[in-house]
């Protein structure tokens, strides 16, 4: 019996090695499931078609929408909303989707032209064997506009977006701006000024289009449409909060547990963990940009 065990002994170092090795590229469980606590919205009683509704398509309760050379396509919410939960469940297409953006965003540029605020997820297109990157993006009252006052943090996710559907949403109210990627925080933008918050109503939107000229590698690859269309599926659409229609009763969204806001302290450890291992730009490090523009950087 002794001998029996001590030749399994190796196999069940290994057993625990490998284990190691295949937790060690996933984040640790944020212990709490953010997108468990809101509804799932029926996508013609949420959204409307904004553009190029002759390219997009519901089926089986996902909406597939593409970009070729004629056109992309994109949606918006009925509802402005002044904080809430929103959030969709995206498959990527495969292969090479260089220049192209696939996204899921709040924004009041039609209602502020040229002075808007956004807070966005977009997928950058690549090119072949290379992952996709996610980008962040908080813009304040026209730093989107002309002179551009980004705050990028950029993501490569821990699993093939092209493989499946994972669920991406913003969590916004009045205190911070919380960015999941299937119910883990990757990054946490608090209220630290007015002047570096948006606080005016916004629509959630969809999107895919060219974006030839930055969006994959500084615009060193383009769209290419000898492989249109280039396709991206929506589905488990998730819009609730308070509407800029609500009553000043209404109580804004959490991430967390916590009513008041904030996240967990295991919530934090998996952020930290995606930081840590699958951030590739944040902003705030960048030491080529004047952060006298981007105070919250400073403290």
């Not at 606590?37 to 509704?53: A, E, M």
């Not at 965003?105 to 297109?125: M, R, T």
């Not at 991430?255 to 705030?284: D, E, F, I």
Request: hydrophobic residues 35%; aromatic residues 16%; proline residues 7%.
């Amino acid at each position: 019996m002794a001998n029996s065990l001590i030749s399994l002994l190796p196999i069940f170092h290994l057993l625990v090695l490998l284990g190691s090795s295949v937790n060690a590229y996933w984040p640790p469980s944020p212990g709490y499931w953010p997108s468990s606590k809101v509804g799932s919205l029926n996508f013609y009683k949420g959204f409307r078609n904004l553009w190029g509704p002759q390219h997009q398509r519901m089926d089986q309760n996902a909406l597939t929408i593409w970009l070729d050379r004629t056109s992309g396509s994109g949606f918006k919410s009925v509802k402005p909303f002044r904080s809430g939960y929103f959030g969709a469940s995206i498959k990527l297409q495969p292969g090479y989707t260089a220049g192209v953006i696939t996204s899921l965003y709040l924004s009041n540029n039609e209602a502020h032209p040229g002075f808007h605020d956004e807070v966005d997820i977009e997928f950058l297109g690549t090119t072949f064997g290379k992952p996709y990157t996610l980008q962040t993006n908080v813009y304040i009252r026209g730093s989107g506009d002309g002179k551009i006052i980004g705050r990028e943090m950029k993501f490569r996710l821990w699993f093939d977006p092209t493989s499946d559907f994972h669920h991406y949403a913003i969590l916004w109210n009045p205190r911070e701006i919380i960015f999941l990627v299937d119910d883990i925080p990757i990054r946490r933008y608090p209220k630290k000024s007015a002047a570096t918050f948006p606080l005016r109503p916004m629509w959630l939107y969809g999107s895919i289009w060219d974006a030839s000229s930055w969006a994959t590698e500084n615009g060193k690859y383009k769209a290419d449409y000898k492989y249109q269309p280039f396709t991206a599926k929506y589905t488990n659409f998730k819009a609730i909060g308070c509407t800029a229609y609500s009553s000043a009763r209404c109580h804004p969204l959490s991430a967390s547990p916590y009513r008041s806001g904030g996240l967990t302290r295991k919530q934090y450890q998996a952020m930290r963990w995606v930081q840590t291992h699958n951030m590739v730009y944040n902003y705030c490090k960048d030491y080529k940009r004047d952060h006298s523009l981007t105070p919250e950087c400073g403290r």
